[in-house]
């Protein structure tokens, strides 16, 4: 596609419930990156995957945050057991490659915890 | 580890008058340096970046901005600002040496009144 697109663009579910957020990187890209971005602050590094491997997972919050991206294109963001912590808009980007230094990011899916 | 301070959360200025976004940070090693714009319901924006050589790179809608080195700096510049560059801007560094990682100031909302 022609940039970066996340679904859904937002997303309101209630504390304890699970929930999946989907990336679809720019064709072509092999990197491809998870931001968090909690009200009045700057991106945070999720987890960063180089084709199908899951390369740097250190900015995973907790064992209930988990990403896949079992092809090598589109990528999931799984949070089980949802708190209202987690509310914040979650960012994916893509780049050709790892060192390219050219992030690519989608609008964001905008997640509420009641 | 590293961090980004953007010293000023709102800078409110005129249409046609200049502008200068504040960004210090703080590694132990060397990094990569970026600026990003995010409009209204949009991804975030690659403005310009430095990798290496020039210390005054200019980015894309008249933008430059100046790394120093010696003062842990690299603040964001317009000479004549528009309507248009009413926007959030973030800075972010990424560490030399194979991290894939970018870490983000707070932010700056530019506000460009008529």
């Given at each position: 596609g022609a940039g970066v697109s996340q679904t859904p663009s937002n997303k309101v579910t209630e504390k304890g419930k699970y929930v999946e957020l989907r990336c679809d990187p720019?064709?072509?890209?092999t990197a491809l990156y998870w931001y968090r971005q909690s009200l009045g602050q700057g991106p945070e590094f999720l987890i960063y995957f180089q084709g199908t491997g899951a390369a740097d997972d250190s900015g995973l919050p907790n064992d209930r945050f988990f990403a896949v991206r079992p092809e090598g294109s589109v990528s999931t963001l799984k949070i089980q057991r949802t708190e209202r912590g987690d509310s914040a808009v979650y960012l994916c980007a893509s780049s050709p490659t790892a060192g390219a230094n050219v992030l690519t990011f989608g609008a964001g899916s905008r997640l509420t915890v009641l | 580890a590293q961090s980004v301070t953007q010293l000023d959360s709102q800078v409110p200025v005129f249409e046609e008058a200049p502008v200068e976004l504040r960004c210090n940070y703080s590694s132990s090693v060397s990094v990569y340096l970026f600026w990003y714009v995010q409009y209204p319901n949009q991804g975030l924006q690659l403005l310009l970046k430095y990798l290496s050589g020039s210390t005054l790179v200019k980015g894309i809608n008249g933008f430059e901005a100046e790394f120093n080195k010696s003062q842990t700096s690299f603040h964001l510049r317009k000479p004549s600002v528009h309507i248009s560059d009413t926007a959030e801007y973030f800075c972010a560094v990424q560490p030399q040496g194979g991290s894939e990682k970018l870490v983000f100031g707070k932010g700056t909302k530019l506000t460009v009144n008529p």
């Open positions: 720019i064709s072509g890209h | -």
